[in-house]
Each structure stands twice: as C-alpha cells, then as structure tokens.
C-alpha cells in the first residue's frame, strides 16, 4: 500500500465543514473511508491520527474476526461491536491511503481514505496464507509485504 495525496484530499474534503459524518460512497472518488472524532479541544494532531489509526485497528482484537477472514452480510449487523473500520484497512488489495486530521475547535475529526477499501460480502477480507505468498514473483518487500 502507498500514501496518496488524491486519497488525502477527498479525506480533506470530508472534514473541511466539521461534520461528524462519512462522506457518501458517491463523493469519496471510489475510496472507502475511516472516520474518527476525539473531543478534546487541545490535542497534538500527530498523536490524534495515530490514536485514531490505532482504534480503528484494534477492533479486530477487541471484537475479532471469523478465523477464514471472510466477511459476511452479518458484519453489518454488529452494532459497535463490529470491525468494520478495520477490514477498511486491513483489505487485501488495497493499493492506496491518504488520511487528514482537522482541528473543529471543540473537537478533531481524523479521516482516511483507502482504496479500493472492501467491504465486499462473501470475499475475504485476507486469505490466510505464507508470508508474500500472493504477491508477484519477487515483489515481496522487507516488511514481509507485496509491492505493488
């Protein structure tokens, strides 16, 4: 996965009025997105993302996943127990992530952007597999990911 600053700007677009919201799938350029406030009205911004990024990621943990990674039409029907935000981040074929941080006074609204994000039902969110196992020959990098 790569930073991208066309997957940052539509996250700069979706907090740019202060709306606690998720942008709609059609205003997102085809990203899926990730959206967190933290009402505190003075904060370092880096370690809001990062506790943002955090959160989101933690939900496998703390409310888990099946085993086979597959997401199924019952992950919608969680409520906040789900981890939803983190198979956004976590989908097999993303390519691109671009995130912002906004400061609204009273409040700061952190949003990422994935690409293409999934949240496909009856797809895997990950196939359990070797390490680069899936990737192209030779595109397997230090970090025991693929290049794309």
Not at 76 to 95: D, E, I, T
Not at 115 to 134: E, F, T
């Amino acid at each position: 996965m790569k930073y991208d600053c066309g997957a940052e700007s539509y996250a700069q677009q979706s907090v740019a009025n202060c709306r606690r919201t998720e942008l709609p799938a059609y205003a997102t350029g085809g990203h899926k997105q990730n959206l967190f406030v933290l009402n505190l009205a003075y904060a370092n911004p880096k370690a809001v993302i990062h506790y943002a990024l955090s959160q989101w990621w933690s939900q496998l943990a703390r409310f888990g996943m099946r085993s086979n990674m597959m997401f199924y039409q019952s992950e919608y029907h969680r409520g906040a127990r789900n981890v939803l935000k983190w198979a956004k981040m976590a989908w097999w074929n993303n390519r691109r992530v671009g995130c912002t941080v906004k400061n609204c006074g009273s409040f700061y609204l952190v949003s990422c952007m994935y690409s293409p994000g999934g949240l496909y039902v009856n797809q895997h969110v990950y196939r359990i597999a070797a390490v680069c196992s899936g990737c192209p020959h030779g595109q397997c990098d230090g970090q025991a990911l693929c290049r794309w």
